[in-house]
């Protein structure tokens, strides 16, 4: 998730991007999709958080939110194409929940989103997402729902199980054995990696 600083912090800002965007990755963290999924939020047309290179990018209007598909960055670069204009905030994140359970049903595996839509038709996309073509809108919701519902931060679950977190040391098969090659210091209160340094190369 990438976001400007929105109408509180930028004379240019239409809409509330930075909250906007912390709602949108509280909804859709952890979520599992054939490949990585980018989301980005703008406040106006300057686009200072690329919204338009993302696989979910929004931008902020004077009337609500523009939601723009399908971008993607990297070797093979595809701007994001406008989904829906002038939405508010409930229609935006049920257009973006049907988009991204239609992706993941349907995408082939390891597909991003850009070449997922290009293969069905951005106009096909535009019927099963904001007009519900296939009748399968309410089912989509109620799929992200139950994701937003029943999401568990693994990260959070590894610190509070002694056996998970006891596999997270240098050797498994030698727990208590010290990795000689790292060593550790502290900066500013943290522990940090000691660089070994770049090895020279004999000419």
């Known amino acids: 998730m990438k976001s400007c600083v929105g109408s509180d912090w930028c004379r240019y800002g239409q809409q509330d991007s930075v909250q906007l965007a912390i709602d949108l990755e509280l909804r859709y963290?952890?979520?599992?999709?054939?490949?990585?999924?980018?989301?980005?939020?703008?406040?106006?047309?300057?686009?200072?958080?690329?919204?338009?290179?993302?696989?979910?990018?929004?931008?902020?209007?004077e009337k609500g939110w523009n939601l723009y598909v399908a971008g993607n960055g990297g070797m093979t670069p595809k701007h994001a194409q406008l989904?829906?204009?002038?939405?508010?905030?409930?229609?935006?994140?049920?257009?973006?929940?049907?988009?991204?359970?239609?992706?993941?049903?349907?995408?082939?595996r390891l597909?991003?989103?850009?070449?997922?839509?290009?293969?069905?038709?951005?106009?096909?996309?535009?019927?099963?997402?904001?007009?519900?073509?296939?009748?399968?809108?309410?089912?989509?919701e109620a799929a992200m729902q139950r994701h937003v519902a029943n999401y568990k931060c693994e990260w959070k679950g590894v610190l509070e199980d002694p056996d998970k977190l006891s596999r997270f040391v240098s050797f498994v098969n030698a727990p208590d054995a010290v990795d000689s090659t790292v060593t550790f210091t502290e900066r500013a209160g943290r522990k940090v990696p000691v660089s070994i340094g770049i090895p020279r190369v004999r000419s």
């Open 111 to 140: 597909q991003r989103t850009a070449p997922w839509v290009e293969s069905l038709g951005l106009d096909h996309v535009r019927e099963v997402v904001c007009e519900d073509s296939l009748g399968l809108a309410e089912e989509f």
């Open 83 to 108: 989904l829906a204009s002038d939405l508010d905030k409930e229609t935006l994140i049920r257009y973006i929940d049907r988009f991204l359970i239609y992706y993941i049903r349907t995408a082939d």
């Open 29 to 61: 963290r952890g979520l599992r999709a054939p490949h990585k999924i980018k989301l980005g939020v703008s406040g106006c047309a300057r686009e200072c958080a690329e919204a338009r290179g993302k696989d979910v990018g929004v931008i902020a209007t």
